[in-house]
């Protein structure tokens, strides 16, 4: 019998330790409902948000505080733009925020964290969160120029379906970037116009699996996105920067796809 795969998440999240983590927002000026937006985002994890006046300090400023320190800050204004005023089609029909590389520092130095997000019509903010860091992802590869990046659709169709992710491909397949792209093969026509490394398959992992990482060449920071359908568009998942547990990703996806 052959061996069962084990626990993708677990395989990255093993000896991690998330920082205890708060939003702040300071000297908002931006209306109540911004801040009521970013509270439903997280109200089913342990981040926090707040708001906070501070003398002679900019305004409408949305700082990430790790253990009582500020590692990341983005304005209110980006935030808006890239998640909170957006919905999912943003990133599956177009290319905007690829091109520009605008990704809030506030959102994609929430490494190392487990969530659990809801999608449409449960949620039309939650799942958007791993779909912002998949767009970040490919666009470190992109900007790279070369290293490897894998990543897998559940159904291959999606790349001929959504054009922003057709796209976003097409620019990869054209660059020095090793791809690899995984699915379930429900459209033979979906993907043989890309220069890219297809693997099929119908399994469980196949069907459930929202894997995008990305292994620079040799002394560049690579990234990684793990998440696992646990029910109806629900998802499991979190992502790292740590080279370890980027390399641990990338050979799961080699072992077991």
Same mark, same amino acid.
């Given at each position: 019998?052959?061996?069962?795969?084990?626990?993708?998440?677990?395989?990255?999240?093993?000896?991690?330790?998330?920082?205890?983590?708060?939003?702040?927002?300071?000297?908002?000026?931006?209306?109540?409902?911004?801040?009521?937006?970013?509270?439903?985002?997280?109200?089913?994890?342990?981040?926090?948000?707040?708001?906070?006046?501070?003398?002679?300090?900019?305004?409408?400023?949305?700082?990430?505080?790790?253990?009582?320190?500020?590692?990341?800050?983005?304005?209110?204004?980006?935030?808006?733009?890239?998640?909170?005023?957006?919905?999912?089609?943003?990133?599956?029909?177009?290319?905007?925020?690829?091109?520009?590389?605008?990704?809030?520092?506030?959102?994609?130095?929430?490494?190392?964290?487990?969530?659990?997000?809801?999608?449409?019509?449960?949620?039309?903010?939650?799942?958007?969160? =791993?779909?912002?860091? +998949?767009? &970040?992802?490919?666009? $470190?590869?992109?900007?790279? !120029? *070369? /290293?490897?990046?894998?990543?897998?659709?559940?159904?291959?169709?999606?790349?001929?379906?959504?054009?922003?992710?057709?796209?976003?491909?097409?620019?990869?397949?054209?660059?020095?970037?090793?791809?690899?792209?995984?699915?379930?093969?429900?459209?033979?026509?979906?993907?043989?116009?890309?220069?890219?490394?297809?693997?099929?398959?119908?399994?469980? =992992?196949?069907?459930? +699996?929202? &894997?995008?990482?990305? $292994?620079?060449?040799?002394? !560049? *920071? /690579?990234?990684?996105?793990?998440?696992?359908?646990?029910?109806?568009?629900?998802?499991?998942?979190?992502?790292?920067?740590?080279?370890?547990?980027?390399?641990?990703?990338?050979?799961?996806?080699?072992?077991?796809?």
């Amino acid at each position: 019998m052959a061996a069962e795969p084990p626990d993708p998440i677990e395989t990255v999240l093993d000896g991690a330790s998330p920082p205890d983590r708060s939003l702040l927002l300071l000297n908002r000026e931006t209306p109540k409902p911004v801040v009521t937006l970013l509270e439903e985002a997280f109200e089913n994890h342990s981040l926090t948000v707040a708001d906070r006046d501070v003398p002679n300090g900019a305004g409408d400023v949305a700082c990430l505080v790790e253990d009582g320190e500020i590692v990341a800050t983005t304005s209110l204004s980006e935030l808006e733009e890239a998640f909170l005023l957006v919905n999912a089609d943003r990133y599956r029909s177009g290319t905007k925020q690829i091109r520009s590389g605008s990704f809030p520092d506030v959102l994609t130095a929430l490494n190392d964290t487990e969530f659990t997000v809801r999608g449409f019509p449960k949620s039309n903010r939650e799942k958007l969160l =791993l779909i912002l860091i +998949s767009r &970040f992802i490919e666009h $470190r590869a992109l900007d790279a !120029g *070369d /290293g490897r990046l894998r990543a897998t659709f559940q159904r291959l169709s999606r790349l001929d379906d959504e054009r922003g992710t057709k796209r976003v491909y097409s620019w990869l397949a054209d660059s020095g970037v090793d791809t690899h792209v995984y699915g379930v093969d429900d459209d033979p026509e979906a993907v043989p116009e890309l220069d890219v490394s297809v693997h099929t398959g119908r399994n469980e =992992l196949y069907r459930r +699996s929202w &894997f995008v990482v990305f $292994r620079p060449p040799e002394g !560049g *920071d /690579g990234v990684a996105l793990v998440a696992i359908e646990t029910g109806e568009n629900v998802w499991r998942g979190m992502w790292t920067r740590d080279a370890d547990r980027v390399r641990q990703v990338d050979s799961y996806l080699e072992a077991w796809f």
